[in-house]
């Protein structure tokens, strides 16, 4: 009997809508430290980069399980960073985001073909070593600062506005998972292209929400929609880690793979069937 821990979440509905705030919280912090604190693109790049290398090294060596809090926190520096390196890209060096996002593509076809090659899989369902979480959190990284990039292009080249743009988002991310359902596309290719997209999903609803009415936006400012943000995290964060204390996630079943276990849960459900 395998008894292993998995130190990602599952890929439940509270997984999307954190995950989109922590998104959301990626574009608003990055511009409120950049711009309202004066510590510019440079300096919110170090400080937020040294902030995630802490988070990180906490999660790889001080934990050996899930845990909401650190997990999540990670997520959201993740983001911050991933938008940061795009930023730094197009402003700091001047590189087109055309470039930047074909760039970053292949950088994350290139994480997902090595990872598959080592483990054979590309499930988040497993995340039980250090090898394939350090594959995740690569990956995540790439998919941040490519959905940034892209993201950035699509809204910047069609002009559609931050609301627009936001359902313009959301609606292939429904038709993601309506073709996972109905048409039985993959879920691991479903999972990724969704996870991807819920980046410039959440950093048009971010810029929606802060950016002045003159500028599209409602003008609730970066430090509001931050902190808005950032405490329903928190409420979601904390209701999780309540719950978890009523025992944690174990992959555990005599006879069954950790392979298999990666494509199902115990209910049969793959990556997305569990979304709602």
Same mark, same amino acid.
């Given at each position: 009997?395998?008894?292993?821990?998995?130190?990602?979440?599952?890929?439940?509905?509270? *997984?999307?809508?954190?995950?989109? #705030?922590? &998104?959301?919280?990626?574009? %608003? +912090? !990055?511009?409120? =430290?950049?711009?309202?604190?004066?510590?510019?693109?440079?300096?919110?790049?170090?400080?937020?980069?040294?902030?995630?290398?802490?988070?990180?090294?906490?999660?790889?060596?001080?934990?050996?399980?899930?845990?909401?809090?650190?997990?999540?926190l990670a997520v959201v520096l993740m983001s911050i960073v991933g938008t940061l390196i795009t930023d730094?890209?197009?402003?700091?060096?001047?590189?087109?985001?055309?470039?930047?996002?074909?760039?970053?593509?292949?950088?994350?076809?290139?994480?997902?073909?090595?990872?598959?090659?080592?483990?054979?899989?590309?499930?988040?369902?497993?995340?039980?070593?250090?090898?394939?979480?350090? *594959?995740?959190?690569?990956?995540? #990284?790439? &998919?941040?600062?490519?959905? %940034? +990039? !892209?993201?950035? =292009?699509?809204?910047?080249?069609?002009?559609?506005?931050?609301?627009?743009?936001?359902?313009?988002?959301?609606?292939?991310?429904?038709?993601?998972?309506?073709?996972?359902?109905?048409?039985?596309?993959?879920?691991?290719?479903?999972?990724?292209?969704?996870?991807?997209?819920?980046?410039?999903?959440?950093?048009?609803?971010g810029d929606l929400l802060s950016q002045p009415a003159d500028a599209g936006g409602w003008g609730l400012?970066?430090?509001?929609?931050?902190?808005?943000?950032?405490?329903?995290?928190?409420?979601l964060v904390i209701f999780l880690s309540v719950q978890q204390r009523q025992g944690i996630p174990i992959?555990?079943?005599?006879?069954?793979?950790?392979?298999? #276990?990666?494509?199902?849960?115990?209910?049969?459900?793959?990556?997305?069937?569990?979304?709602?």
């Amino acid at each position: 009997m395998n008894k292993l821990l998995n130190r990602v979440p599952e890929v439940v509905i509270f *997984f999307w809508i954190i995950k989109v #705030l922590a &998104t959301t919280v990626g574009e %608003t +912090a !990055a511009d409120f =430290l950049n711009d309202k604190m004066g510590l510019g693109l440079t300096g919110t790049s170090y400080v937020m980069g040294a902030l995630l290398v802490i988070v990180l090294l906490i999660q790889f060596i001080a934990i050996k399980r899930y845990v909401p809090i650190v997990y999540w926190l990670a997520v959201v520096l993740m983001s911050i960073v991933g938008t940061l390196i795009t930023d730094n890209l197009v402003e700091n060096f001047g590189i087109s985001l055309q470039t930047t996002t074909i760039v970053f593509s292949i950088c994350l076809a290139v994480v997902f073909a090595l990872w598959y090659l080592s483990e054979k899989t590309l499930s988040v369902h497993s995340i039980y070593t250090t090898k394939r979480e350090l *594959f995740y959190w690569a990956t995540i #990284l790439f &998919t941040f600062a490519l959905g %940034t +990039a !892209a993201g950035d =292009l699509l809204a910047e080249g069609l002009n559609l506005g931050y609301l627009v743009s936001a359902f313009l988002f959301a609606g292939v991310i429904g038709s993601i998972a309506a073709a996972h359902f109905y048409l039985k596309v993959d879920a691991i290719l479903a999972f990724w292209a969704a996870y991807i997209l819920t980046r410039p999903l959440g950093a048009s609803i971010g810029d929606l929400l802060s950016q002045p009415a003159d500028a599209g936006g409602w003008g609730l400012g970066t430090v509001t929609t931050s902190i808005i943000f950032l405490t329903a995290i928190l409420v979601l964060v904390i209701f999780l880690s309540v719950q978890q204390r009523q025992g944690i996630p174990i992959l555990e079943r005599e006879g069954t793979s950790v392979l298999e #276990l990666a494509e199902n849960d115990n209910e049969g459900n793959s990556e997305l069937d569990i979304i709602a």
